[in-house]
């Protein structure tokens, strides 16, 4: 598949931050990223992930790569 192509990751930072009761705000102080970035990812717009953003987001949140990001249909 192109890079251009849609992808079937899906980001889920939306639900975990509901889940959490945690503004995108906090998070995006806690992690060092940008709120602006963030939200390109709790939209589920973001075309690629840092390991280092995946990590820390992963370690504030207190879960995995895989609550965060999946793979399949939306």
């Keep these: 598949m192109p890079p251009e192509d ?12 509901a ?3 945690m503004p995108l705000v906090e998070l995006a102080n806690r992690v060092g990223v940008t709120v602006a970035n963030l939200s390109i990812l ?27 990001l999946t793979f399949g249909p939306q």
């Design 19 to 21: 889940d959490r009761g």
């Design 42 to 68: 709790k939209n589920d717009r973001a075309k690629a992930i840092r390991f280092s953003t995946l990590s820390v987001i992963c370690h504030e949140l207190h879960c995995q790569p895989a609550d965060v």
């Design 6 to 17: 849609p992808h079937e990751i899906h980001c889920h930072l939306d639900r975990l931050l």
